[in-house]
């Protein structure tokens, strides 16, 4: 008898248990109601994961989605502790890039009591998957994230079976900056991947990062296509391209296959990818 009592003592005592530590696991998602995004990416996750409502700052550079140009502008790269602090967030989702020149105020401000979290620079798509599931665990909305992540994924899948295997293959230059000096991206890039992701091959692959570079190199690596995203006009990028000595002798410029895009659409690592990987696809396989 008294060994029954004992072993209903247990039982019990490991149901109080349970449910202590079920409280406890549920409690370490905290609900965030004045969140400040620094980046218009990470702006673009947050509004995806339902909790646009809760958004009440974003960075001076944020154009979508519409409902931001209401809230309150803050310049990431030169932010201001005393206007943070009187915005009064409880969530701060910052860029790694912002830890090189704005650390000292981000982490004053974490004294304070605010959350500062620090999303990873996404250098390909399988990483902005993953930013996408970092602000999910943040936030609580790790379930939205996961069907976020899969959406996406879904839609990129429909960009890239549209591609002709026939053009597949295709050698493309990427031109960032025309002024003062040229820059194009290589390996270990969001534009690289993108590239690879629909088939293409980027002419600087075997660089890593941001590569300042020169026209005599970019004839003997001779594109098939060459896409500008500096922000000028796709005729002005045509004609200042036949302008360029030694140009005539690229194949994207004997074939006139010369581009301008948007940058936001195909460098901006969030919900919209596939909207960008789709033109820049059209662009690349015109």
């Known amino acids: 008898m008294k060994g029954i009592k004992v072993i209903c003592f247990i039982f019990i005592a490991l149901l109080v248990l349970s449910g202590c530590q079920t409280n406890q696991k549920t409690s370490d998602h905290k609900a965030y109601h004045r969140i400040i995004s620094l980046m218009p990416s990470n702006t673009e996750i947050l509004y995806e994961l339902g909790l646009e409502k809760s958004i009440i700052g974003v960075s001076t550079v944020d154009d979508y989605p519409k409902g931001v140009k209401d809230k309150q502008q803050f310049d990431a790269f ?13 969530l701060i989702v910052a860029h790694e890039s912002n830890k090189s020149t704005q650390e000292k105020v981000l982490n004053k401000l974490s004294k304070s009591g605010v959350k500062v979290v620090y999303v990873k620079d996404a250098h ?13 665990k943040v936030t609580g909305k790790e379930q939205e994230s996961k069907d976020l992540v899969n959406r996406v994924k879904g839609e990129i899948t429909e960009v890239v079976k ?9 050698k493309v230059f990427m031109e960032i900056s025309a002024q003062p000096d040229i820059y194009t991206a290589g390996s270990d890039t969001f534009y690289d991947d993108m590239l690879r992701e629909i088939k293409a ?3 600087f ?3 890593k990062g941001w590569i300042k570079t020169d026209k005599e190199i970019i004839v003997k690596r001779n594109p098939d296509v060459m896409i500008d995203t500096s922000g000028q006009t796709e005729s002005t990028y045509q004609s200042l ?7 005539d002798q690229i194949q994207a410029v004997k ?9 936001n659409k195909i ?3 969030g919900p919209r990818i596939a909207e960008g990987l789709n033109e820049l696809a059209d662009k690349v396989y015109d």
Not at 78 to 90: F, G, H, R, W
Not at 124 to 130: D, L, R
Not at 255 to 263: C, F, G, L, R, S
């Open 162 to 170: 549209d591609i002709p295997k026939k053009q597949q293959g295709k």
């Open 205 to 207: 692959h075997d660089e």
């Open 78 to 90: 030169n932010l201001d502790y005393e206007s943070l602090l009187k915005a009064k967030p409880d």
């Open 255 to 263: 074939d006139n296959h010369i581009h301008a895009i948007d940058a």
């Open 241 to 247: 391209n036949k302008k360029r000595d030694g140009f």
């Open 267 to 269: 460098s901006r690592p």
């Open 124 to 136: 390909s798509i399988k990483e902005m998957y993953q930013s996408f599931e970092q602000i999910g």
């Open 201 to 203: 091959k980027n002419i």
